[in-house]
């Protein structure tokens, strides 16, 4: 079995305010609230509230990737191919909006977020955006979204995959709009994100 993303937006204040001890519970909470069911399908899109529980969360799952992390990580694989072939000016904003959503970072945000012993699902957090840097990724898309299909041709010549999971510019786009749906919501908001590997 393969890591998995659930994404959570969370009301960031309210976060920060539960003691480091309780957060990864009402995380877990929030990202299975009947618990793992390895044979249930994860309702897809939006769920506002994630739990009643944690009425200041969110949950998307991707209607793409039936909730493997796969995708995104080779969506960052076919953006690294193709992004000499881009405008500059495309470049400069979907490296901005897509590398922080799929790419480890040294110095991702969110240290002291949760316990130092790693988390319930027995690693780190794939994806931590306090709600000022999930401002800044929907700038960057606002920038990105009018010019990439002019990335088309060059992606289908240099970064297609066929049979893969991010198999062609379609199946890119699709997943790059659904991180944009991701993100324009929780920044409308005002909220953060995480990305559980769940």
Same mark, same amino acid.
């Given at each position: 079995?393969?890591?998995?993303?659930?994404?959570? %937006?969370?009301?960031?204040?309210?976060?920060?305010?539960?003691?480091?001890?309780?957060?990864?519970?009402?995380? @877990?909470?929030?990202?299975?609230?009947?618990?793992?069911?390895?044979? !249930?399908?994860?309702?897809?899109?939006?769920?506002?509230?994630?739990?009643?529980?944690?009425?200041?969360?969110?949950?998307?799952?991707?209607?793409?990737?039936? =909730?493997?992390? %796969?995708?995104?990580?080779?969506?960052? #694989?076919?953006? +690294?191919?193709?992004?000499?072939?881009? +405008?500059?000016?495309?470049? +400069? %904003?979907?490296? =901005?909006? $897509? $590398?922080?959503?799929?790419?480890? #970072?040294? +110095?991702?945000?969110? @240290?002291?977020?949760?316990?130092?012993? !790693?988390?319930?699902?027995?690693?780190? $957090?794939?994806?931590?955006?306090?709600?000022?840097?999930?401002?800044?990724?929907?700038?960057?898309?606002?920038?990105?979204?009018?010019?990439?299909?002019?990335?088309?041709?060059?992606?289908?010549?240099?970064?297609?995959?066929?049979? !893969?999971?991010?198999?062609?510019?379609?199946?890119?786009?699709?997943?790059?709009? #659904?991180?944009?749906?991701?993100?324009?919501?929780? @920044?409308?908001?005002?909220?953060?994100?995480?990305?559980?590997?769940?």
């Amino acid at each position: 079995m393969g890591l998995d993303l659930t994404v959570l %937006a969370l009301d960031w204040d309210r976060l920060e305010r539960t003691p480091a001890a309780g957060r990864q519970e009402l995380l @877990a909470e929030a990202a299975c609230p009947q618990g793992p069911d390895p044979d !249930g399908a994860p309702e897809v899109g939006w769920v506002f509230p994630a739990s009643p529980k944690v009425p200041w969360c969110g949950r998307y799952e991707f209607h793409s990737t039936t =909730g493997s992390y %796969a995708p995104h990580f080779w969506a960052g #694989e076919g953006w +690294d191919a193709a992004r000499g072939f881009a +405008d500059p000016a495309l470049r +400069d %904003a979907l490296d =901005g909006f $897509l $590398l922080p959503l799929v790419r480890d #970072e040294d +110095d991702m945000p969110g @240290a002291g977020l949760l316990p130092s012993d !790693g988390t319930a699902w027995g690693m780190r $957090l794939l994806l931590v955006g306090p709600p000022v840097r999930v401002a800044g990724l929907a700038a960057h898309w606002a920038r990105a979204q009018p010019l990439l299909e002019g990335l088309r041709t060059e992606y289908g010549r240099h970064a297609a995959r066929p049979g !893969g999971s991010i198999a062609d510019f379609d199946a890119f786009t699709v997943l790059l709009r #659904e991180w944009a749906v991701v993100v324009d919501e929780a @920044a409308r908001r005002g909220w953060g994100l995480l990305g559980l590997p769940v």
